[in-house]
């Protein structure tokens, strides 16, 4: 709202309340979505994001149907962050829509509340013009704690993987071989999978189910694919 008594400072923002009803409430937060949205930064808790405008504000008869019509934009970065595909919202204060039709796009189960008749025949009609974004196009990264941590040395122990096989870099220059524990030795080196690659790059660090690859006939994979066969659902 504007100062204009000038008696305090203008409102920069509003304020968004993200809760559950106890501690021990199950809830979602897709951190890494947020993150890949945020050009593979953290995403903070302040977002600086456009008033609706345009050919999404709704107007009837040159005016605007609804005074506090929130943007789409903020809405997908809200349902992104804290749902995933098939999830049921639910917003008590329907207004314009906005909720739903973001809902609709990104493939949300919706159930929206609006008294105001005239606020509810606009967002109807909203929704109904609403287009849901393709199947394909829905899925999300899924964050690093969902996904239960299977150790390479478990794929030794499960027979996935035998000691003594060879893995090899993307370029297949460099080659280590696989010992009995899950450990890999290279040249005179031995160490984890993700340790040996980082001394071979220089680097601090690296991930190690990213950098080596076997042999399986004629062509090279990624050892991650070996992995993926340990953890449920695959």
């Known amino acids: 709202m504007p100062n204009f008594r000038g008696t305090r400072f203008t409102n920069a923002h509003e304020t968004l309340i993200w809760a559950s009803k106890s501690e021990k409430s199950k809830y979602t937060f897709n951190y890494q979505s947020l993150k890949c949205l945020n050009d593979d930064l953290q995403m903070r808790s302040t977002w600086k994001l456009p008033i609706c405008s345009g050919n999404e504000r709704l107007k009837q008869k040159g005016k605007k149907v609804h005074s506090t019509q929130k943007p789409e934009a903020l809405l997908h970065r809200i349902l992104l962050a804290s749902s995933n595909k098939n999830d049921f919202i639910l917003d008590p204060f329907s207004g314009s829509g906005t ?129 993926q066969r340990l953890r449920p659902n695959n």
């Open 99 to 227: 909720t739903a039709v973001v809902a609709k796009k990104l493939g949300r189960i919706f159930l929206g509340i609006e008294k105001d008749k005239n606020y509810f025949e606009a967002s109807i009609r909203r929704v109904k013009n609403t287009k849901p974004i393709e199947e394909n196009y829905l899925d999300t990264l899924k964050n690093n704690r969902s996904k239960p941590r299977v150790p390479f040395g478990s794929l030794v122990e499960m027979g996935v993987i035998r000691p003594g096989t060879e893995i090899y870099d993307k370029k297949k220059k460099i080659n280590a071989k696989i010992m009995v524990d899950g450990s890999i030795k290279y040249q005179e080196t031995e160490g984890s999978i993700h340790k040996i690659a980082a001394k071979i790059l220089g680097a601090e660090s690296c991930n190690g189910w990213t950098y080596w690859y076997y042999k399986s006939g004629n062509s090279l994979k990624s050892i991650d694919e070996l992995r």
